[in-house]
């Protein structure tokens, strides 16, 4: 299949793709940090939209969007950032492209994000720790044209990879150290084992070709 990931530097789901035969293809305005720019289109994902796709796995920006960030959305109680709320509905309409799109296979991930942006309803939710990662770390999936996404590989759940609270660097307990600054790739990259899970159930092997 001829696939665009949407969104996405770090080439995680892209490889995994490609190690099934699939031509896989990333695209960001941003350089990808996954090894591979001959499979990387670095520019406007929105152009990328316009060529025909066999499926569309999109990551689109969720920072405005999260309701993680629902204390700056909301400063004070029942008070709304209106510039933040703006950027929130901008980043609703990019996220709607894909949504919208008339691919016949389309997968959007997401965080859970605030009910004021009324977000379409979403197929599932998955967890790190249902793919070989022992995090939680609850994303959503909106899926079309391919079945919901099924756990590959149970493990405890020994805590968040996001941090929280007080206890947030203490790199024993959580899978990211830290929530704001340089750090917010490492907690948006996919995790291999989600990766590699939606490429065997959504693409499958088509040859035996290794890619490292």
């Known amino acids: 299949m ?9 080439q995680a789901v892209t490889k995994e793709f490609r190690k099934l035969g699939h031509e896989a293809s990333s695209g960001d305005t941003e350089p990808c940090s996954g090894g591979h720019p001959e499979w990387h289109f670095q520019y406007d994902v ?21 309701n993680a960030g629902a204390c700056r959305l909301y400063p004070t109680k029942g008070n709304i950032d209106p510039v933040r709320y703006q950027k929130g509905l901008k980043a609703k309409d990019f996220f709607m ?18 009910k004021v942006f009324k977000m379409p309803q979403h197929t599932q939710e998955i967890q790190p720790y249902e793919h070989g990662h022992p995090w939680s770390k609850k994303t959503r999936l ?8 099924e756990p590959s590989n149970i493990v405890e759940n020994t805590g968040p990879f996001v941090p929280s609270g ?15 600054g340089g750090d917010s790739k490492n907690r948006s990259k996919t995790f291999i084992g989600i990766a590699k899970a ?9 040859t035996n070709t290794l890619i490292s």
């Open 97 to 114: 492209l894909f949504y919208n799109h008339p691919c016949e296979k389309v997968v959007i991930e997401n965080p859970v994000s605030s």
């Open 142 to 149: 909106w899926v079309r044209g391919v079945k919901p996404l």
């Open 46 to 66: 929105v152009e990328l939209l316009k060529d025909s796709w066999d499926m569309i796995i999109a990551f689109p920006p969720c920072t405005f969007l999260s």
């Open 2 to 10: 001829k696939i665009l990931v949407a969104c996405e530097e770090s």
């Open 166 to 180: 007080t206890g947030r660097k203490d790199k024993t307990k959580y899978g990211a150290a830290k929530r704001a």
């Open 198 to 206: 939606m490429a065997e159930q959504w693409g499958g092997n088509i």
